[in-house]
């Protein structure tokens, strides 16, 4: 894959998130700076994802663990664990930020 590529789908999936988030009218803060995205939760609790570029991938930090997720047949699989990113961001925003969000 090259590196626009990857810019484009790893736009395509914060555009989703944040949208996603605004429909829901979840009470959840989003902040996207320079790739990297902040969403901070009514209980204080923050997840950060991010793009690494050179390995074409998108990292989600929360505060149980660290995840790796890279493209496979269209979807971000996390590479430890097999998770999906979006059904796993929703069910850690459930876990840690007591939040339904639909993703």
């Known amino acids: 894959m090259k590196d626009s590529e990857f810019h484009a789908l790893a736009d395509a999936i914060y555009q989703h998130i944040e949208e996603s988030i605004d429909r829901s009218g979840v009470d959840i803060d989003c902040e996207t700076i320079g790739g990297v995205m902040t969403l901070t939760f009514e209980n204080g609790i923050k ?17 149980e663990n660290g995840h790796h997720f890279a493209l496979k047949e269209g979807k971000w699989i996390d590479n430890r ?10 069910l850690q925003a459930q876990r840690q930020g007591d939040t339904e969000l639909a993703l």
């Open 81 to 90: 664990q097999g998770h999906e990113l979006l059904s796993w961001l929703s």
């Open 47 to 63: 997840f950060v994802i991010n793009r690494q570029e050179p390995l074409h991938q998108i990292w989600l930090a929360t505060r």
